[in-house]
């Protein structure tokens, strides 16, 4: 597949395409909801004509470049670097400077289906479930109020369905009566043992809650009183996944590792390696591939379309809170936070990151003049007949 003009000078290949080429036979093999048909649109539309742009100008060479929109939604693979850029400046801002762990908490397999099926409902219960386990041990184990920030991930490198947490958490905390900060010396920051079963009991409290008040009423595999209970009993006794990493020592460390995971899709272009009618040949890690049919692999990125208005981004404890922040911040010697940056243009921002003005022509370096998109041309009148 060769880049459309509207794409020159990015990606070699383009999810894009592969919509383009395949939907109709997508939705023709798979059922797909609002979200899913709506992302898939928007990826489509992305940058080309059908949103509307503009034609850069230089009135002194004569050279042009014609821009069009982004789609701006979050699911697509270009349109998320600059907006993922601006979050981690102001992010920065508000990181205390104490070491960070990064925590992963896991949905274990056999609730996968359920939440194929009650995505925000499920994907709530892991939320709330993993920040009340970090804050519950902050509160019981350092006596402290622990800060942190929760980013949801719901993909493999290989693109399936697996839905997991992940936290990056201040090494130590505000004290309960708040009047000093407990930083934590150690490289751990609890058992994984002790966080599993915490965070293994809240996800089953929350998730028999939501059924209690008929949340999975249109689930179909729960349609037997039974089935419910059968599914509860049986991860109850699995070892709940909890992967902990040693702390980052440095705050500008953590802001660059958390960069990695906030607005990441499932995958993007770069990782496109060939794309043919019948196959797509993408990275997944370290040199290892996987070869899917189009609509296969289609299929697999939609699974990772979020409900609409789900936040999959979510900040607990020493982070949600302005005063005990400003505290803490004050406890360790910090200055008070700094206004939120404003947030750049698209323009400037570009520069910032690549060093390429996109206001100035590549050529001659004159400022250039934006001109709006030319109309299509009018039909010509019928000739005539001869009489």
């Known amino acids: 597949m060769s880049a459309s003009p509207a794409q020159a000078g990015r990606a070699r290949l383009d999810i894009a395409d592969i919509v383009r080429a395949h939907r109709a036979q997508l939705e023709i093999l798979y059922p797909l909801t609002p979200e899913q048909k709506r992302v898939l649109t928007d990826i489509e539309q992305c940058r080309t004509a059908v949103l509307g742009g503009h034609v850069d100008h230089c009135p002194s060479c004569g050279y042009e470049h014609y821009a069009y929109h982004s789609c701006r939604n979050r699911h697509c693979p270009k349109c998320q670097a600059l907006a993922q850029e601006h979050w981690i400046e102001q992010r920065r801002t508000r990181l205390l400077d104490v070491g960070h762990f990064h925590v992963v908490f896991t949905l274990p397999a056999e609730l996968r289906p359920l939440a194929r099926c009650a995505p925000y409902v499920v994907f709530c219960a892991l939320f709330l479930a993993a920040a009340a386990t970090l804050l519950e041990l902050g509160d019981s184990r350092l006596r402290a109020r622990l800060g942190a920030t929760l980013v949801l991930h719901t993909w493999t490198r290989k693109l399936t369905f697996h839905p997991h947490v ?12 708040g009047q000093r900060f407990r930083r934590l010396r ?19 409290h929350i998730l028999s809650e939501a059924y209690a008040a008929g949340l999975f009423a249109h689930v179909q595999l729960l349609h037997d009183p039974a089935a419910f209970g059968r599914l509860v009993a049986r991860v109850s006794k699995l070892s709940w996944n909890v992967y902990a990493k040693a702390p980052f020592k440095k705050s500008r460390h953590v802001v660059a ?34 070869a899917l049919h189009p609509v296969e692999f289609l299929w697999r990125f939609v699974q990772h379309v979020l409900p609409d208005g789900f936040h ?10 302005h005063t005990k922040l400003a505290a803490a911040r004050a406890l360790l010697g910090m200055p008070p936070a700094s206004p939120w ?13 690549t060093g390429r003005d996109v206001r100035r022509c590549p050529i001659c370096l004159a400022p250039l003049v934006a001109l709006p998109l030319p109309q299509p041309s009018a039909r010509a009148p019928p000739q005539a007949t001869a009489a």
């Open 341 to 353: 940056p404003q947030r750049p243009s698209y323009e400037q921002r570009l520069l910032e990151l």
């Open 257 to 290: 590792y958390l960069g990695r995971y906030t607005h990441r899709v499932g995958i993007a272009n770069s990782r496109l390696l060939d794309v043919t009618p019948e196959r797509v040949v993408f990275r997944t890690r370290g040199s290892g591939t996987e």
């Open 186 to 204: 150690r490289d751990f920051l609890f058992p994984v043992k002790v966080m599993g079963k915490l965070f293994r009991g809240k996800v089953l």
């Open 312 to 321: 999959k981004i979510r900040h607990i404890g020493l982070y949600a809170s």
């Open 166 to 177: 992940h936290a990056i958490v201040t090494a130590g905390g505000l004290s309960l009566d």
